[in-house]
Every structure is written in structure tokens, then in C-alpha cells.
């Protein structure tokens, strides 16, 4: 599997920002599929974004707009810039790849938005 380490996660106002890396353990341009998933309490895992080995992106309807996933494959890393945060964003965000039929999650990274 592919060795994948969030970081970025934190504490933010509503209406504030972050944005969550992924560092993936290869090159990026031998994955598949790169995405971000997150969880609320009480609730099941649910997709946000994904970015394909192409550049192709798609995104949950709740997040268009304010989220945008991008690549640095000189840095082997994924991000996910988080505008316009809203409280129902807060959750565990874990990164994903999928190359050769292998699926690979990060640890998870908290975030939270809160007055």
C-alpha cells in the first residue's frame, strides 16, 4: 500500500480557511485516484473530493465552490484548500489513493470550525 501522512488540520472561525496536504510515500503520477474523505461523529464516511492521475476533479455538492483539490507531483502531495468553512465541515478528513488495485488511507487529520 501507499504510505500517506495528512497534516493542516485545526481550529477556525466560520467562514475561515485551512488547507490539508497529503504527502503520498511515491509518485504521485503512478495513483490512480487521489481523494479526500471526512467523517462527523455519529455519521458515516462520506466522499469530498477527488483529483484522477489526469487532472480531473469532482466534488460533493455541499463543498462545490468552497473546496478545491489540487496536486504537486514534484512533492508527491495532494491538498484540499478549504474556504468559506461552515460548522457542518467539521469532521475527520482522511486522505485515499488507489493504484493498481490497492486502496490506501491516511491517520485522518481533525477539523474543526467553531466560533
Known amino acids: 500500500q501507499v504510505q500517506l501522512v495528512e497534516s493542516g488540520g485545526g481550529l477556525v472561525q466560520p467562514g475561515g480557511s485551512l488547507r490539508l496536504s497529503c504527502a503520498a510515500s511515491?509518485?504521485?503520477?503512478?495513483?490512480?485516484?487521489m481523494a479526500w474523505h471526512r467523517q462527523a461523529p455519529g455519521k458515516q464516511r462520506e466522499l469530498v473530493a477527488t483529483?484522477?492521475?489526469?487532472?480531473?476533479?469532482n466534488y460533493v455538492n455541499s463543498v462545490k465552490g468552497r473546496f478545491t483539490i489540487s496536486r504537486d507531483n514534484t512533492k508527491n502531495t495532494v491538498y484540499l484548500q478549504m474556504d468559506s468553512l461552515k460548522p457542518e465541515d467539521t469532521a475527520v478528513y482522511y486522505c485515499?489513493?488507489?493504484?493498481?488495485?490497492?486502496?490506501?488511507w491516511g491517520q485522518g487529520t481533525q477539523v474543526t470550525v467553531s466560533s
Open positions: 485515499y489513493a488507489f493504484r493498481i488495485g490497492v486502496h490506501s
Open positions: 511515491i509518485s504521485i503520477f503512478s495513483i490512480n485516484v
Open positions: 483529483i484522477t492521475s489526469g487532472g480531473a476533479t
